[in-house]
C-alpha cells in the first residue's frame, strides 16, 4: 500500500478570514468559483478555527485570489501571512516496537508491532509492506496499524510537518485473544513508528525553485550576489551578445514578495525539494543530518499580501 500525496502537495498555503463571520458561506461560494480558474489553487481546510486555508503554488496566485474575493465579490477579508510548505524524511534505515496495553474497567486493551522505516525514493511517497509471517499480528489488524502510522505520518517529527517518501515494514508483533482491537492496535502502530523515525536521522525539507534570470552582462556581478544573498546556487549561464540568461536554484521561502532581481525580470518553476541546513541554508539532500526548524528560511509574509484591499501591483 502506498500513499505519494499524505496532505495537500501545493507549496505555499495562506490563511484567509472574513471581517464579517456571517460571511463564510459567501466566502466560501466564492472560494468555489474562482479555484476553477486557478489550476494550482485549491481550499486545503474549511474554516478551521474561523479561516479558510488556501493553498497554491504560486504568491501571485493566491495573491490574485484575495484581491478578486474583495474586489469582485465585495467580501472584507482579513490575509494571514504567506506559509512556505515544508516538509520531512527520513536518511537511514531503523527499527522500534510499538506498545499500547491499557485496562478500562473490565476490558483490556492490547496491540503490539514492530515496524522498520527506511528512506524511499524522492517523490515516491509513503510505502506500507506486511512482512508479517504465521499471523503473529492477525489479517485484521493489519491496516490499524497502517493506519496509525499514517496519522503519525502527518504530525511529523521535527517541527509538525507532513513526513513524505519513506517505506515503513511491519515484520512482527504480538495480540491477546480477548483484549487486542483496531484501536490498540492503531496506537501501536503511532507509537512504534514515531519512535523508528527519530532514530532514523530525520531531516527538514523545503521546496526549492528553478530560476531563469536576463541579465545584462555588465550586471552579473551584482545578480551573483543576489542570488548568493538568498541562499541560492547558480546552476549555468548562457552567454549571448549584451546579455547572460543565468539559470539558478533558490529556495521558495527566499522569493516570497520578489517579483524582480536587482531590477531583472525572471521565471521560476518548482525544482525539488531540498534539505534544510538548521541555521540557515539547504543542500541537495545528501548525508543525513538532524534537523530542526530552520532559522534561515523565515518564510516572509511577503508585499502582495500586505493589504488585501490593494490592486496588485
Not at 532581481?261 to 543542500?283: H, M, Q, W
Not at 528560511?297 to 508585499?303: E, M, N, T, V
Request: glycine share 10%; proline share 5%; with cysteine.
Amino acid at each position: 500500500m502506498s500513499d505519494p500525496e499524505p496532505r495537500s502537495r501545493r507549496l505555499l498555503s495562506v490563511a484567509i478570514a472574513p471581517k464579517d463571520k456571517s460571511d463564510c458561506e459567501n466566502l466560501l461560494r466564492a472560494l468555489n468559483s474562482l479555484l476553477p480558474e486557478h489550476w494550482t489553487a485549491e481550499i486545503q481546510s474549511d474554516f478551521d478555527g474561523g479561516k479558510v486555508l488556501l493553498s497554491g503554488d504560486y504568491e501571485l496566485e493566491l495573491q490574485t485570489i484575495c484581491h478578486r474575493i474583495s474586489h469582485e465579490y465585495k467580501i472584507r477579508i482579513d490575509v494571514g501571512e504567506v506559509k512556505v510548505a515544508f516538509r520531512e524524511t527520513i536518511r537511514k534505515a531503523a527499527e522500534a516496537e510499538g506498545k499500547y496495553i491499557r485496562q478500562v474497567g473490565g476490558s483490556g486493551n492490547y496491540g503490539h508491532c514492530m515496524l522498520r522505516v527506511e528512506p524511499n525514493e524522492p517523490n515516491k511517497g509513503y510505502e506500507f509492506i506486511n512482512d508479517i509471517h504465521g499471523g503473529v499480528v492477525p489479517k485484521k489488524y493489519i491496516d490499524s496499524i497502517d493506519r496509525g502510522v499514517r496519522e503519525a505520518l502527518e504530525l511529523g517529527i521535527l517541527a509538525g510537518f507532513p513526513i513524505v517518501d519513506l517505506k515503513v515494514t511491519l515484520f512482527d508483533g504480538s495480540y491477546h485473544e480477548v483484549d487486542s482491537n483496531e484501536m490498540a492496535f492503531t496506537f501501536a502502530g503511532s507509537i512504534a513508528f514515531k519512535e523508528a523515525a527519530r532514530k532514523a536521522s530525520p531531516v527538514l525539507l523545503e521546496p526549492v525553485m528553478a530560476v531563469e534570470i536576463t541579465v545584462p552582462k555588465e550586471q552579473m556581478g551584482a545578480i551573483a550576489d543576489e542570488i548568493s544573498s538568498r541562499r541560492g546556487r547558480i546552476e549555468g549561464m548562457e552567454h549571448h551578445l549584451v546579455s547572460v540568461v543565468v539559470e539558478a536554484t533558490i529556495p521558495l521561502a527566499e522569493l516570497l514578495g520578489v517579483r524582480r532581481l536587482r531590477g531583472c525580470v525572471y521565471s521560476n518553476t518548482f525544482a525539488r525539494y531540498e534539505k534544510v541546513i538548521p541555521g540557515g541554508g539547504s543542500d541537495g539532500g545528501g548525508a543525513g543530518i538532524t534537523a530542526q526548524k530552520p532559522d534561515g528560511p523565515k518564510g516572509k509574509s511577503g508585499s502582495a499580501f500586505a493589504k488585501s484591499d490593494e490592486e496588485p501591483e
